[in-house]
């Protein structure tokens, strides 16, 4: 029985963790010197955005890995099977939504999105509804994701401290 998630979609896991915090504290940092520091608001906000295509891409090869890679079974118990399954989904499901949506604000407000100044990504035309719509579903999409994986890190912790069965290990590195 297989004990461990595949190593690519192990590092992809943890590489999309830093990133996440990173370009989570470089929007956060924005908003306090939005008003007084305008060259670092800009640094700070193209970050996130390449930071967020960047999560994008490893999202897209982590999702390739985890088809073709079988995962170790998760727990018998139903309940905890699929809460375990709609939680992980649903994490996807942000990862995805993110920055499709954070695209869309961009976008459809005319501006032309560069991913660390290497790739365009598509102008459309302007379109200030859309634009508004993509803006509240960003924001509503990264409270939800910041709720799921906050809950997330206390299941694994939780597991891991009440159950022994050593739940970390099938997202880590070393080997027993
Ligand atoms: C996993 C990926 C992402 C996460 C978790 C995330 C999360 C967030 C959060 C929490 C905010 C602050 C709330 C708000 O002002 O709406 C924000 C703002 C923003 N995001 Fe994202 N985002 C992601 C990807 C992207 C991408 C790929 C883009 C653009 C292509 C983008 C563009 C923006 C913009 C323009 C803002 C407003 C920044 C400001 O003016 O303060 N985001 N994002
Ligand atoms: C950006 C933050 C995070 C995201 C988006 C995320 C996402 C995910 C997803 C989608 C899975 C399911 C794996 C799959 O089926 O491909 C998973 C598994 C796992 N994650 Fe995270 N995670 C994050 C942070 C964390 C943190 C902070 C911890 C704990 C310190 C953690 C520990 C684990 C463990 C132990 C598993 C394996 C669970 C199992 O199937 O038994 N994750 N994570």
């Not at 305008?38 to 193209?46: A, C, D, F, N, Y």
């Not at 390739?64 to 118990?77: D, E, Q, T, V, Y």
């Not at 501006?111 to 379109?127: A, D, Q």
Request: overall charge positive; charged content about 10%.
């Amino acid at each position: 029985m297989k004990q461990h998630y595949s190593l690519p979609v192990r590092l992809c896991h943890w590489a999309t963790l830093f990133l996440v915090a990173v370009q989570l504290s470089a929007v956060m940092l924005n908003k306090l010197v939005y008003d007084t520091r305008p060259i670092l608001s800009e640094t700070l906000v193209q970050t996130h955005i390449s930071l967020g295509g960047l999560i994008f891409i490893v999202t897209f090869f982590r999702l390739g890995a985890r088809i073709f890679n079988p995962a170790p079974a998760l727990p018998s118990k139903a309940i905890l099977r699929w809460g375990a399954i709609v939680a992980h989904a649903s994490l996807y499901i942000c990862l995805f939504i993110l920055p499709v949506t954070g695209y869309l604000r961009l976008a459809a407000l005319g501006f032309e999105v560069e991913i660390f100044g290497i790739i365009s990504l598509p102008v459309i035309e302007l379109n200030t509804s859309l634009a508004a719509f993509a803006t509240r579903s960003h924001r509503i999409c990264s409270i939800a994701f910041i709720t799921l994986v906050s809950a997330h890190f206390a299941a694994a912790a939780l597991h891991q401290r009440l159950d022994g069965n050593a739940v970390l290990s099938r997202m880590g590195f070393k080997r027993s």
